[in-house]
């Protein structure tokens, strides 16, 4: 078997790859027409987010046999086209999980104890206690939109903080717990101070958060997003901090990103992003919620172990 790294991940999978008897070759610096050209050689690729696995690159993939993403969106693979053809796809969602959930938790504490916007007062010699006294995160009742993975390690690190504990998933039932009260998105509407969305981006789920959702919610609440930027229309969510609906928000992913993160920067973001930069009641990060020292290591071990379970249950060669 031989297989292509197309995007860099920690070396334990490639490591691994090789300990057990793969062939594995690094086209992290292969340009794309390279790629493209050579593909048809290859059992297997891995690949994070940047490049796109769409029908274009499958039909030249003759011999595919997998593909392992590193983390968890699946966006960027025409997951319809693997299946009619039986390539297998596995992701590493359990990888980063508690990194998401802790950044997200620094992210909520930071906002309600106004600590970025103390740490710039005090750099300019103002020392101003009474204008950066916080809320606490005991008490709230936070929903969470999309129980996987992610929503559930978030709920479980929320419950040490004396919250009460929404979850509304589509697609599961049957998971309310002692951490969280599995519930309708109504319920979510009515009773969240703080609203959380934990779910994949689809098309059905593009722009979920929009106009129609933002005025179901009965309260003043705050807006937490760390999986996809493109569930959040970010012009809606401006309407709504300007107006008060939205008292705050703690953002780790917007919708402008391009499939390369690195280079968001140097492409003019738009003014609506200007806007989230100034606002002193947002927190933004890029990108980095599931991306500490631990997780990015535990996405390669994950992967592999789905991977190898998978050649010793299918006697792959």
Known sequence: MHVLFIDKVHPILEDEMR?????CTNGSEWTHADILSRIDRFDGIVIRSKFQVNREFLEKAKGLKFIARSGSGMEN??????????????NSPEGNRVAVAEHLIAMLLGLFNKLTIAQ???????????????????????????????????????????????????????FGDKYVEEVELGDIHREADILSFHVPYTNETHYYFDREFKEKMSKEFYLLNAARGKLVNTKVLIEGLKSGKIKGACL???????????????????????????????ILSPHVAGWTTESYRKLSEILWLKIQNWIINSNQP
Request: hydrophobic share 35%; net charge negative; glycine share 10%.
């Open 19 to 23: 300990n057990f008897g793969i062939e």
């Open 77 to 90: 693979i025409d997951l319809d086209y693997c299946e009619k053809h039986n390539i297998q796809c596995f």
């Open 120 to 174: 710039g007062q005090i750099e300019k010699g103002i020392w101003n206690r009474e204008a950066n006294r916080g809320i606490e995160l005991n008490g709230k009742t936070i929903g969470i939109v999309g129980y996987g993975n992610n929503g559930q390690a978030f709920a479980h690190l929320l419950k040490n903080f004396g919250c009460r504990i929404l979850a509304f998933d589509k697609y599961k039932h049957g």
């Open 252 to 282: 780790d992913v917007i919708e402008y990103e391009r499939p390369s993160f690195e280079d968001f920067m140097s492409n003019n973001p738009p003014t609506e992003f200007s806007f989230l930069v100034e606002a002193q009641n947002v």
